[in-house]
Structure formats: structure tokens, C-alpha cells
């Protein structure tokens, strides 16, 4: 796949960065199966791609994942799954989509969504990267939890 670098932060509803939360990713490979006993096509899964990931957020809220683009399945757009952490606690699950993707308004969780503002919260751009010698991309989205720092 396209070695794709997804980065952002995750911050409270007033902007403020969140340290030491768990953010987890998990998509398809390249070829659209996923790394589970359940996958439809496993017989094409790519072994060497790992499909999950975990980060720690910085000081910064900062996180950083090099993963790949993306790619569609039967009946699904391409995203990747995304689940944040404090603790034992879960705070969110959502899904990451890629800005003008064709099959996004044929999706239907990405068209459920209800309005073009929570759409636009959870789609990324997914840009070449400057100097890059064999094509990679990178995707930058923020994750705004409904929390204030005390919480």
C-alpha cells in the first residue's frame, strides 16, 4: 500500500491537549483484508502488514502512526478505526476517512454521520509528502473529546 504517516493530536473540548491517552488504529491491508478469524478473504491477507497500531499521546496530545492509505472493501469506503483511551476507560470510537473519496456518500456509517460538520471532524486529506522518494503520503486529524481537563 501507500505508506501513508497519520498524525494529529487529541485535545478537550477547549482546545487543550490531552497527555498519556491511548490512541489505537486497526484498518484493512492493501489488499483489503484484515488481520482477524473472521476476515472474508484471508486467504489474500498481506502478512507483513501488522494492521494495528497503539500510541501514547505526548505532552502535546500529540500521536504518530506510519501505516498505509486506506483502501475499500466490499460494501465499505476506505478508513481506518480508531479508539481512544485514559486508562481502563474507552473515550471514543470512530473511524478516519479519506477527503474526496468517491465512495464515502455511498457509505453508509460515513453518511449516517448526520451532518457535513461531523463528517468534515472525522475525513482527512491525504497528501503527498514533500521530498518523499517513493510516494508517501501524510493525513493529519485532531480528535476533540467532550472533556475538560479535570475529567
Given at each position: 500500500?501507500?505508506?501513508?504517516?497519520?498524525?494529529?493530536r487529541?485535545?478537550?473540548?477547549?482546545?487543550?491537549?490531552?497527555?498519556?491517552?491511548?490512541?489505537?488504529?486497526?484498518?484493512?491491508?492493501?489488499?483489503?483484508?484484515?488481520?482477524?478469524?473472521?476476515?472474508?478473504?484471508?486467504?489474500?491477507?498481506?502478512?507483513?502488514?501488522?494492521?494495528?497500531?497503539?500510541?501514547?499521546?505526548?505532552?502535546?496530545?500529540?500521536?504518530?502512526?506510519?501505516?498505509?492509505?486506506?483502501?475499500?472493501?466490499?460494501?465499505?469506503?476506505?478508513?481506518?478505526?480508531?479508539?481512544?483511551?485514559k486508562?481502563?476507560?474507552?473515550?471514543?470510537?470512530?473511524?478516519?476517512?479519506?477527503?474526496?473519496?468517491?465512495?464515502?456518500?455511498?457509505?453508509?456509517?460515513?453518511?449516517?454521520?448526520?451532518?457535513?460538520?461531523?463528517?468534515?471532524?472525522?475525513?482527512?486529506?491525504?497528501?503527498?509528502?514533500?521530498?518523499s522518494?517513493?510516494?508517501?503520503?501524510?493525513?493529519?486529524?485532531?480528535?476533540?473529546?467532550g472533556?475538560?481537563?479535570?475529567?
Open positions: 500500500g501507500t505508506i501513508t504517516h497519520l498524525s494529529g487529541i485535545l478537550d473540548s477547549r482546545g487543550e491537549p490531552l497527555r498519556n491517552h491511548v490512541i489505537e488504529i486497526w484498518q484493512c491491508d492493501n489488499n483489503g483484508a484484515y488481520l482477524h478469524s473472521r476476515s472474508g478473504n484471508a486467504d489474500k491477507r498481506d502478512s507483513s502488514f501488522q494492521g494495528f497500531g497503539r500510541f501514547l499521546t505526548s505532552s502535546t496530545g500529540e500521536y504518530y502512526f506510519r501505516t498505509i492509505k486506506p483502501v475499500p472493501y466490499p460494501g465499505r469506503t476506505p478508513h481506518i478505526h480508531v479508539k481512544v483511551r486508562g481502563d476507560r474507552e473515550l471514543l470510537t470512530t473511524q478516519f476517512y479519506v477527503e474526496g473519496e468517491e465512495l464515502n456518500q455511498r457509505d453508509g456509517i460515513y453518511r449516517g454521520l448526520g451532518s457535513d460538520e461531523a463528517r468534515k471532524s472525522v475525513t482527512a486529506e491525504f497528501k503527498p509528502l514533500a521530498d522518494k517513493i510516494g508517501e503520503l501524510a493525513a493529519r486529524i485532531d480528535v476533540v473529546l472533556l475538560t481537563p479535570r475529567e
